[in-house]
Nanobody
Framework: HVQLVESGGGSVQVGGSLRLSCVAS????????????IGWFRQAPGKAREGVAA????????FYADSVKGRFTISADNAGDTLYLQMDNLEPEDTGMYFC?????????????????WGHGTQVTVS
């Protein structure tokens, strides 16, 4: 089955940068990395999980939440089945657990409930 493993989280100061990675494995013909919607979501303590950025790996379609536009960049390495999230100019409000998620049918602006495959998350703390 599809597995997603995130890495790259950590603790940074305000204005700092982090680059998150998500490696996909267990892919089958029914779920090719190079033609699916894969996204980054985050969840802060006491808050609902929210979409941060998403990309359709078969095209140049991307989505960013308004709160991260101009600061975060999502990209995909189809050859390596890896998704990235470059986060610059980090703010305390960016603190949370960041999850990578994918689904064969989801759209790039779909809510978390539309994504069936999830990683375990990587913690980002900005202070």
């Amino acid at each position: 089955h599809v597995q997603l493993v995130e890495s790259g989280g950590g603790s940074v100061q305000v204005g700092g940068s982090l680059r998150l990675s998500c490696v996909a494995s267990g892919l089958t013909d029914g779920f090719r990395f190079d033609s699916r919607c894969i996204g980054w979501f985050r969840q802060a303590p006491g808050k609902a999980r929210e979409g941060v950025a998403a990309i359709y790996t078969g095209a140049d379609n991307t989505f960013y939440a308004d709160s991260v536009k101009g600061r975060f960049t999502i990209s995909a390495d189809n050859a390596g089945d890896t998704l990235y999230l470059q986060m610059d100019n980090l703010e305390p409000e960016d603190t949370g657990m960041y999850f990578c998620a994918a689904d064969a049918l989801a759209g790039i602006q779909d809510p978390p409930s539309h994504f069936s495959h999830w990683g375990h998350g990587t913690q980002v703390t900005v202070s």
